[in-house]
Nanobody, 122 residues
């Protein structure tokens, strides 16, 4: 069915930057707000950021990433991106994308993808 493929993660030092990509196949993202989530070992998956469409573009971020992360989307590419700047060790997690309603993933849209590992060293 709909598949989500995240990429762009890696190992960076604190203060560094990464740009994550989420490419969707098997379905269009045009009718959905899209978002990023992350999960650290032993912790619950948590909301990171979202971007709405259509009706203009509205973004939402969890407090801890505001001013550092920027979410964007390209409906033509069926893709969502997350620019992460000034990374901190607490950002270390596997990052996932999906359709969202508020801060809740819409699992009817797609099952979770493999995610992409982000590791920030201090």
């Amino acid at each position: 069915q709909v598949q989500l493929v995240e990429s762009g993660g890696g190992l960076v030092q604190a203060g560094g930057s990464l740009r994550l990509s989420c490419v969707v196949s098997g379905g269009t993202i045009s009718h959905y707000a899209m978002g990023w989530f992350r999960q650290a070992p032993g912790k619950l998956r948590e909301f990171v950021a979202s971007i709405t469409w259509p009706g203009g573009t509205t973004t939402n971020y969890r407090d801890s990433v505001k001013g550092r992360f920027t979410i964007s989307r390209d409906n033509g590419m069926n893709a969502v991106y997350l620019q992460m700047n000034n990374l901190k060790p607490e950002d270390t997690a596997v990052y996932y994308c999906n359709a969202v309603a508020g801060v809740t993933p819409i699992l009817e849209f797609a099952s979770w993808g493999q995610g992409t590992q982000v590791t920030v060293s201090s």
